[in-house]
């Protein structure tokens, strides 16, 4: 039985994202009793978007963001970190780990592989895993809870919060054995742009808001339309929660909003651990919620964060490839997932390019995927974007 929890559906009607905007009014506070919840000056939730945030500041030891922090949401592929830490704990002295188990653990976290995921959760206990780490004092666990027992074969379905989230990395950055650090940390700092399992893009969020040194772990899970990377599609089939019975309107933990999280460390010596964990209205595509969650990330108070230089745009069109040079000759980097918010960072003139009606010689260099896109698939009246310069001319 495959436990996947994300997936690709049927494709969406494309849509053009409002360019540099960092956010919009908050979303009414969903998740805890009234009278309870935290606010903050800075974190702008789009509408529409349910949010759980945390922010800590390690070198101060205080949060600089909390918003709905205790609020359950289902973890998708947070789980993951669970997982590794509850194989890794009992290994000492030495924690060597076998060949094999390296070769399921370092995709799992790099790249988030679920086939990986999947063997831990059923060769060592399923849900018993996540009552092991909420019986661990050390980890001091409060909003957990394993997936409802009808979905016990299920493990993104694992209730998780924000300020739980932060929890883990404290305890793997403070009070794990330095082996464990180390490996954990280290795959995390090597987190692939492609997921390993279906080719969605997962460097949205912390790694696609701030620049290194970070570390991240991703999570996703609903029926988004297609999310694309690299130089091929994701899967186009059915996700595989649609095996799962259908969800209860009662259900504690909302398992039917798309789920996008993105949590992990910015900064030197990780110096903020970042955690927004948010869910989207039925029909999101993948594009909105990865603009939506980057918008968001975009406006929190990260101690220590390095914000990358550039200016950010809507694209529209769907698969767009984003290539070496300014000319559709050139190999291609990746596929742009339809409608995302892209940082462009120079501009400069290539091969022309006709979408009728419109014809576009200017091309986009985007930093953070590291090649071009016509600047025909920008959301701009003009054809050379305002306020962005030449590129190999200094900036202003």
Known sequence: MRMLLRGAAALAAVVTVASLTSGAAA?????????????????QIPPGVIAGVAVFDRQAGTFTEQVDESAQFRSASVVKLLLALDFLWDRGPDYTIPPADRARLEPMLRGS???????????????????????????????????????????????????????????????????????IMGNLRRSTRCSATDRFDQHFG??????????????????????????????SGAPAESAAPAPHAAAAVDLTRPALHTTGT???DDRAIVAVLTLHPVGTSYGKAYTDVGRLTRSLNVPGAKRPAGTWFGTWGEFVNVRTGPATGDDRVTRLPAGVEVLVGCQTRGEEVTVPPYTNEWWAFLPQYGGYISNIYISSPDNRLPNVRECGLPRP
């Open 27 to 43: 979303h009414p506070r969903a998740g805890k009793p009234a009278g309870t919840v935290q606010t903050s000056e800075a974190a």
């Open 113 to 183: 592989d679920d086939d990986a995921a999947n063997h831990y959760w059923s060769t060592y206990g399923g849900s018993a895993i996540i009552k092991r780490m909420i019986a661990r004092p050390s980890l001091g666990l409060r909003d957990t809870a394993p997936p409802p027992a009808e979905y016990a074969g299920f493990w993104g379905y694992t209730a998780l919060s924000a300020r739980d989230t932060v929890a883990i990395y404290r305890y793997i950055l403070e009070k794990a054995p330095a082996p464990v650090r180390d490996f």
């Open 206 to 235: 912390i790694a696609g808001s701030f620049d290194r040194p970070w570390a991240v772990k991703q999570g996703w899970a609903g029926k988004y339309a297609k999310g694309t990377c690299g130089t091929q599609s994701a899967s």
């Open 266 to 268: 910015v900064g030197a």
